[in-house]
């Protein structure tokens, strides 16, 4: 055979050697991955298993909706049938409160530690709204009321209702943050991002410039069908390798 057949078959060789040492070298590397994943799962199910088990719930936002007032908790209902002329009445004392009542529950037989962040907040001896801050939950234990709440004029409540209307994200909402924790170094944090907003003032039909709070609707019931919320949030869980040194386990690919 001539020589430049023999050159050409030993390049083919040297290709396929290298191919070979490639593709070896990509074996490894999805081994591992596997391995890796197959060991964050692992440790992941134990700190689930081992995480304490916290209930958060929400009670139904208050309706009729609460006027704003400086003299306590719990705020008091605007009278049925109220009305307000824009623009002389849109701003200043005409506020309206959306609000939602919660409660922690520590079934785990572990001390837990709640950190209240947003419109959050208790009443306190006065009742007098503060900020709900930081509690610790013993086992068994139940939190007081907590409030999401927060108060907003009727022209900004108007102004969730045009974006409404326009399909827009409304404005204006009531947040808060919940996040509970235990003592590990080596645990699990969970938290609730928590959202209440809606078009509880709706413009009267055929007055211009006169807004009311909206009415019972035949067959779709009270004006709560107006507010936007959840009663059972959806909880996020951090996984720590270490809480002192800030080191979190990866969450699972598609997470």
């Known amino acids: ?15 396929l050697a290298f191919g070979g040492v490639v593709w070896q070298g990509y074996l490894t590397r999805g081994a591992l991955k596997v391995s890796q994943l197959m ?7 134990r700190l689930d298993s081992q995480a304490p088990e916290v209930t958060l719930k929400l009670s139904p936002p208050q309706w009729d ?3 704003a007032t400086n003299s306590g908790m719990p705020c008091n209902p605007w009278p049925q049938g109220h009305t307000w002329h824009f623009p002389a009445e849109q701003d200043g004392a005409n506020r309206l409160v959306l609000q939602q009542v919660l409660v922690l529950e520590n079934l785990s037989d ?17 009742r007098r709204p503060t900020a709900a801050g930081v509690i610790l939950l013993e086992p068994g234990g139940t939190s007081r009321d907590v ?6 004029t009727i022209k900004e409540l108007s102004e969730n209702f045009t974006a409404s209307e326009a399909g827009r994200e409304l404005p204006y909402k009531v947040l808060g943050t919940v996040t509970v ?7 699990s944090t969970d938290r609730w991002d928590l959202v209440l907003t809606g078009c509880p003032v709706q413009p009267v039909p055929d007055r211009e410039g006169l807004w009311r709070i909206a009415p019972w609707h035949l067959t779709e019931g009270s004006g709560l069908r107006t507010l936007h919320y959840s009663l059972l949030p959806s909880r996020q869980r951090i996984h720590w390798i270490s809480r002192t040194q800030e080191i979190q386990l990866p969450a699972p690919e598609g997470a």
């Open 110 to 126: 572990r001390r837990v530690q709640a950190r209240f962040d947003g419109d959050l907040v208790v009443a306190d001896e006065d």
């Open 181 to 187: 924790e235990d003592d590990r170094d080596n645990g």
């Open 147 to 152: 409030y999401l709440q927060r108060e907003f």
């Open 39 to 45: 060991t964050a799962d692992a440790i992941r199910s």
């Open 65 to 67: 909706p609460l006027a």
């Open 1 to 15: 055979m001539s020589e430049t057949f023999w050159v050409a078959l030993g390049s083919i060789g040297t290709t």
